[in-house]
């Protein structure tokens, strides 16, 4: 179960590896809310995101796509706590101030990746997060986060 559309078509002028729409050569992934405090994200690994062994996904790109599903979870928060949907009036950024991941098992290759974002706590400046990285149904890393408020000009 999700909720609308993807947050991060909601963005406006990101360029970001792991997550802008407007980077032909990054991953684009696709962030929903799913109820108050939570988002999932599904995202498929291409052959070429492997890690030694090829059936195995790189853990650099297990670490970005956390980070960009929580830091883009904490921006469309920062619009509904102001009130406004994603996107509209006065921009809206965080940046990553701290990426913790701990990697549990391998996660496999040919499968898509499952994550599941919590906001653990908000103030003016920064949003605390954790996410759940699962491939398989097999919980493959965890992750806590803490996204910092930016402004336009960062
Ligand atoms: C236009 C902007 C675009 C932005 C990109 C969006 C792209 C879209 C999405 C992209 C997705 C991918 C995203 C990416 O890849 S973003 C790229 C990777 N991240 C960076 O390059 C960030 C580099 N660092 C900085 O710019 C600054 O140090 C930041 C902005 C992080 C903090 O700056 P500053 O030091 O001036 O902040 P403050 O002192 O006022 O503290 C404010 C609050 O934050 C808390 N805190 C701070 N640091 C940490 C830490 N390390 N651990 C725990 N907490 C930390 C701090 O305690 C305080 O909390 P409190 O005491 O009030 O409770």
Aim: charged share 25%; with cysteine; net charge negative.
């Amino acid at each position: 179960m999700r909720d609308g559309a993807a947050i991060q078509d909601q963005i406006p002028d990101n360029h970001c590896f792991g997550c802008g729409p407007q980077n032909d050569h990054g991953l684009q992934i696709k962030s929903y809310w799913r109820g108050e405090n939570e988002s999932v994200c599904e995202f498929t690994p291409l052959p070429h995101h492997c890690a030694g062994p090829t059936r195995y996904l790189n853990g650099g790109i297990i670490a970005t796509v956390i980070d960009c599903h929580t830091i883009c979870t904490a921006i469309a928060d920062g619009y509904r706590q102001a009130g406004r949907d994603t996107g509209t009036g006065n921009k809206i950024w965080y940046a990553t101030g701290k990426l913790e991941v701990q990697y549990r098992a391998p996660a496999e290759i040919d499968e898509p990746v499952e994550l599941t974002a919590k906001i653990l706590e908000r103030t003016e400046r920064k949003t605390v997060l954790s996410c759940e990285l699962k491939s398989a149904g097999r919980l493959c890393a965890t992750a806590n986060v803490v996204a910092v408020r930016v402004p336009d000009n960062w």
